[in-house]
């Protein structure tokens, strides 16, 4: 494995699991996060209006090797923009990139296929002592 690649140990998969369950459950305990969610998943297409917490099924579902497929599929050099800052060896550096990322392929990736966005209603019963309202407004070309 080289430096600056992920090893995606299969023993670590739990713990990032059990994270983000638990982030996901955050979101009952933060009305105004769940408004968030909710107004962007009425608002924008799929896949753009999912949220990035994902779902209890599928985060239960995950195995190790759906998360290296993903990462190797996704995390490809295409538009990539390498930022570096303060004083260095231009030619070191260099050299080390190429090192580290010299056979990293691009892949031509399809935009994903936009689905219709969904409209679920304007109420979305919440036990909780407070009240928030969202508003989305469809975007404006000029």
Same mark, same amino acid.
């Given at each position: 494995m080289l430096p600056g690649r992920p090893h995606l140990p299969a023993d670590q998969l739990e713990a990032g699991r059990s994270a983000c369950?638990?982030?996901l459950r955050s979101i009952d305990d933060e009305p105004s996060h769940k408004l968030m969610i909710e107004l962007r998943q009425r608002r924008y297409p799929d896949? $753009?209006?999912r949220s #990035?917490?994902?779902e209890e099924a599928s985060l239960r579902a995950v195995t190790i090797d759906d998360v290296r497929q993903f990462h190797s599929r996704h995390y490809r050099p295409g538009n990539m923009i390498l930022a570096v800052a303060g004083n260095f060896d231009w030619k070191r550096m260099c050299?080390?990139?190429e090192t580290l990322f010299?056979? $990293?392929e691009p892949l031509d990736v399809a935009e994903p296929a936009v689905r219709? $966005?969904?409209h679920v209603g304007d109420h979305i019963p919440f036990q #909780?002592?407070?009240s928030h309202v969202g508003?989305?407004?469809p975007p404006r070309f000029i």
């Open positions: 369950l638990q982030e896949p $753009w209006g #990035s917490l994902g050299d080390e990139v010299g056979d $990293w219709n $966005w969904r #909780s002592n407070q508003i989305a407004y």
